[in-house]
Each structure stands twice: as C-alpha cells, then as structure tokens.
C-alpha cells in the first residue's frame, strides 16, 4: 500500500488531510514539524509527502532539500501546500525540488487528482530504478565476460606480459589478445572500436572471437597486413551500423628476434630498447592504413623489425594520452613516450608506475575513454 506522510504545524489541517487521504483506501502518517517529518520521512521511505511551507523552525522548503538530497527519498514525491501564490514563491519552490503544489484552502478534489497524479510518478519512478538496477545487473555481467575472455598475463621467458585495461564505462571498446600461432611465432594485437559502452564493445567482441578461432577464410595469421584486410572485408559500415575500429597487430618470430606488424589507423607501438642507467633506443612501430570498416579497397602493408634482447613493447589504445587538461589542450602521445622511456631508466618501473602518472596528469577522478595498455618484455 502506498504510503503518505503529512507535515504540518495546525492540527487541524492535519486531521483533514489524514481523514481524507484515510478514506481513499492510503496509509498516512503525520508529522508536526519539519525536523520531525524528515526524520519519519528517512525511516518510512513514503510515497509521497504533503509539507506546509510555513513552519516554525524548519520550513517546507528545506525539508523538501532535505528529502531530494537524501538517495533512499529518491522516488519519493513532494507536495508543498502553501498560501503563497506568486510565480516567484513557485519558482522557488521548483528550485528546492518540489514536484507539485497544493493551495490553502484547501479544495478536496483538487487534493485528490494531485495525490492520485503523484502516486502514478512515484510508481514510474520506481519501475524506471528497477528497470535501471536490473540493466546495470546485465552490463556487470556482459563487462565481466569481457574480461573473462581477456588474456591472462603472461610470466614466463622467453616473452613475459603484462596488461591494464580501463574501461571509460562499465564496458568499453577497447580489446587486446595474445597467443602462440606455433612453437616460434607470437601473435599480439590491440584494437579500438570508435565510441564507449555497449555499442562499441560488441563489435570489439565480435573481432576478438573471430580472430581466436581463426574464422576468417583464407587469411595467413602469419602475415599481419593480410588479417587486417579480411577483417576489413567482414567488418565494414553500413547505414545501420557506423562503427569502425582501428588496430595494431602483429607476428614475433621467436627464433628470428623479428616482429612483422601492421597498423590500421592505430597509434604506433612504441618499442624501447636498452638497458636502465644507459641510452635508451625509442622506435615508433606503425603502418599507413585507414581504419578498419572505412573503405573496402583499404590497403594495409607489412614491415618487420628486430628486436634486440631485453626491450620492451608497449602497446596501447589512444585514451591513454589523449587526456583532457584543465587548460582546454590534450595531454598527448608525445609526453607519453616520454613517460615510458623514463619508466625505461628507471629500475623495477612497471605499469602500475605507468598509470599512477597518467592519474596524475588527469584532472579528473576517471578516465574519458577506454584505456589499454600491453607491457611485452622480450628476453
């Protein structure tokens, strides 16, 4: 049964209200001032409350602050009943979140078609929580798949990897996969599909499948510009369905120390070489290449580099540098490199370092696009 609560100073506004709202079947409690009608309010998570302005003490105005302020009240509806009839009384009134208003004197039918009006809003509001509480149910699970199908790290030699992904929502776009073709040859590859949420995450899922089961037809894995010309053939827009993704992907060649990759529109690889406490080598692995699900005659070409002992690749999505600063400007892939070459110098630098850095640099307490970041050490 739903459930009204009444605060009011004159009792016998009470009684008529109570005696009133009795009779059309509602529960009502009541209240003599304000203090103690938020306090009953906070303990009985009423349906509706029905508040005078104009109390002693803690007027309706701040009772209704209060109410609105307070997350468990968030369905709740306020009527103030009030004498005041100006626009500006109103617009204040507004202003402290009420939800309807109710002039002295009080016309019983008028009280009737309000309190029947507020009751069917709460109802929508609860269903519409529900509804809410029950989505958020499902996209934990969808964003806990996601991450199920997500590589574990990889911790022994010859090549070691470890991994951070952040989604920008509960699920994101971004997607990454690692895995032995054969004895000799290793398959890294990170990719980005354009926007944030659900939209974006299921076609990065779609990709993720395809290439671990090695679907696409007649397509050499070995061969890393041939995987993203069958991926642009199988994923391109249409007019329902504008998404696209870059990606980086590529083949090491264990016993060859050489690594073949290919780009789609996705930031370069940064691969650093050298020891800590000596001059670090920098190199930017990247392919011209539209990204994926543009353009059908795209075009993506191979290149191959060695890959000297004891360096490291980094990997990434570009929302890890493309951070908003309070100035207007993006923080950039420049500054980026630059952390990572200093993790470099820096001795038992990992990515835990790496990402208390770019929360420093970030203004805010979240991220405004999906992260990722792969750490591959080759021995």
Same mark, same amino acid.
């Given at each position: 049964m739903n459930q009204i609560l009444i605060i009011d100073d004159d009792p016998a506004i009470q009684i008529l209200l109570k005696r009133t709202l009795h009779n059309q079947g509602y529960e009502v409690a009541v209240a003599s001032n304000g203090e103690d009608g938020l306090e009953q309010a906070r303990r009985l998570r009423p349906a509706l409350v029905i508040c005078d302005w104009i109390m002693p003490r803690m007027n309706g105005l701040e009772v209704c602050r209060q109410v609105k302020a307070t997350p468990e009240l968030s369905t709740t509806m306020f009527i103030l009943l009030t004498s005041l009839g100006s626009v500006e009384d109103r617009v204040k009134g507004l202003d402290a979140g009420a939800d309807d208003f109710l002039c002295k004197p009080i016309e019983m039918a008028e009280l009737k078609a309000r309190v029947r009006a507020g009751l069917r809003l709460h109802q929508l509001s609860q269903d519409l929580q529900h509804q809410k509480q029950l989505l958020e149910m499902e996209l934990a699970e969808a964003a806990e798949y996601v991450r199920s199908i997500l590589p574990d790290q990889v911790k022994e030699p010859p090549v070691?990897?470890?991994?951070?992904?952040? !989604?920008?929502r509960q699920l994101g776009g971004d997607g990454f996969d690692y895995y032995w073709l054969d004895a000799e040859h290793l398959v890294i590859y990170l990719l980005d599909a354009a926007g944030?949420? /659900?939209? $974006?995450a299921l076609p990065t899922l779609s990709v993720l499948n395809l290439l671990k089961s090695q679907a696409l037809p007649k397509i050499n894995y070995y061969q890393p510009s041939d995987v993203l010309s069958g991926l642009n053939q199988t994923f391109?827009?249409?007019? #329902?369905?504008?998404?696209?993704?870059?990606?980086? *992907? %590529? +083949? *090491?060649? /264990? &016993?060859? #120390?050489?690594? #073949? @990759? $290919?780009? $789609?529109?996705? !930031?370069? $690889? &940064? /691969?650093?070489?050298? @020891? !800590?406490?000596?001059? +670090?080598? &920098?190199? #930017?692995?990247?392919?011209? %290449? /539209? !990204? +994926?699900?543009m353009f059908p005659e795209a075009n993506y070409v191979d290149e191959c580099c060695e890959i000297p002992e004891t360096s490291t690749l980094y990997i990434f999505s570009d929302g890890i540098y493309e951070i908003n600063q309070s100035d207007g400007t993006i923080w950039g892939l420049e500054p980026f490199v630059k952390l990572l070459a200093d993790c470099r110098d820096k001795k038992g630098c990992h990515l835990d370092q790496v990402l208390n850095s770019l929360h420093a640099v970030n203004p805010k307490d979240y991220f405004d696009d999906d992260l990722s970041l792969l750490e591959i050490n080759f021995d």
């Amino acid at each position: 049964m739903n459930q009204i609560l009444i605060i009011d100073d004159d009792p016998a506004i009470q009684i008529l209200l109570k005696r009133t709202l009795h009779n059309q079947g509602y529960e009502v409690a009541v209240a003599s001032n304000g203090e103690d009608g938020l306090e009953q309010a906070r303990r009985l998570r009423p349906a509706l409350v029905i508040c005078d302005w104009i109390m002693p003490r803690m007027n309706g105005l701040e009772v209704c602050r209060q109410v609105k302020a307070t997350p468990e009240l968030s369905t709740t509806m306020f009527i103030l009943l009030t004498s005041l009839g100006s626009v500006e009384d109103r617009v204040k009134g507004l202003d402290a979140g009420a939800d309807d208003f109710l002039c002295k004197p009080i016309e019983m039918a008028e009280l009737k078609a309000r309190v029947r009006a507020g009751l069917r809003l709460h109802q929508l509001s609860q269903d519409l929580q529900h509804q809410k509480q029950l989505l958020e149910m499902e996209l934990a699970e969808a964003a806990e798949y996601v991450r199920s199908i997500l590589p574990d790290q990889v911790k022994e030699p010859p090549v070691t990897i470890d991994t951070r992904f952040i !989604p920008s929502r509960q699920l994101g776009g971004d997607g990454f996969d690692y895995y032995w073709l054969d004895a000799e040859h290793l398959v890294i590859y990170l990719l980005d599909a354009a926007g944030h949420g /659900l939209r $974006a995450a299921l076609p990065t899922l779609s990709v993720l499948n395809l290439l671990k089961s090695q679907a696409l037809p007649k397509i050499n894995y070995y061969q890393p510009s041939d995987v993203l010309s069958g991926l642009n053939q199988t994923f391109q827009m249409t007019q #329902r369905n504008d998404k696209y993704f870059t990606i980086w *992907y %590529g +083949v *090491y060649n /264990l &016993v060859k #120390r050489q690594l #073949r @990759y $290919a780009s $789609a529109g996705h !930031p370069p $690889a &940064v /691969l650093i070489s050298g @020891y !800590p406490d000596s001059s +670090v080598e &920098v190199k #930017r692995l990247k392919t011209i %290449g /539209l !990204p +994926v699900g543009m353009f059908p005659e795209a075009n993506y070409v191979d290149e191959c580099c060695e890959i000297p002992e004891t360096s490291t690749l980094y990997i990434f999505s570009d929302g890890i540098y493309e951070i908003n600063q309070s100035d207007g400007t993006i923080w950039g892939l420049e500054p980026f490199v630059k952390l990572l070459a200093d993790c470099r110098d820096k001795k038992g630098c990992h990515l835990d370092q790496v990402l208390n850095s770019l929360h420093a640099v970030n203004p805010k307490d979240y991220f405004d696009d999906d992260l990722s970041l792969l750490e591959i050490n080759f021995d």
